[in-house]
Nanobody, 121 residues
C-alpha cells in the first residue's frame, strides 16, 4: 500500500512559479503528476521513472515544468514556471507501482488527494 500527500499548491499570478511536492510512504516506482480542471478530464502533466533516468512531459508544459524525485526522501517534485491561466487545476501525484513510463491515468495504482493551483491573470 502506498500513500501520497501533495503540497505546495496555491494562488499565483500569471508568469509566476510554484513548486509542488509529493511525499510518499511505501515503495514507489514510476511516478507522475496529473491535473484536472473544472469540467475537464484528468490529464497527464509529467512523469519520471524510479531512477530518474527518464522524464516525460505533456506538450502543453514542456519547457516550463520540471519533474524530479529524491528517492532518499521518497518524494517527487514538480517545478512549474511561466504559469498561465490554463494551468489552473487540481494537481495529483500518482504512483504507477510498476516500472516504465506511461501517460495513461488508468495505469497508475495510487493517487494523492490533490492540491489546488490557481493562476490569476
Amino acid at each position: 500500500q502506498v500513500q501520497l500527500v501533495e503540497s505546495g499548491g496555491g494562488l499565483v499570478q500569471a508568469g509566476g512559479s510554484l513548486r509542488l511536492s509529493c511525499a510518499a510512504s511505501g515503495r514507489t516506482f514510476t511516478m507522475a503528476w496529473f491535473r484536472q480542471a473544472p469540467g475537464k478530464e484528468r490529464e497527464f502533466v509529467a512523469g519520471i521513472t524510479w531512477s530518474g533516468g527518464r522524464t516525460y512531459y505533456a506538450d502543453s508544459v514542456k519547457g516550463r515544468f520540471t519533474i524530479s524525485r529524491d528517492n532518499a526522501k521518497n518524494a517527487v517534485y514538480l517545478q512549474m514556471n511561466s504559469l498561465n491561466v490554463e494551468d489552473t487545476a487540481v494537481y495529483y501525484c500518482a504512483d504507477r507501482h510498476y516500472p516504465g513510463s506511461s501517460y495513461n491515468a488508468a495505469e497508475y495504482a495510487y493517487w494523492g488527494q490533490g492540491t489546488q493551483v490557481t493562476v490569476s491573470s
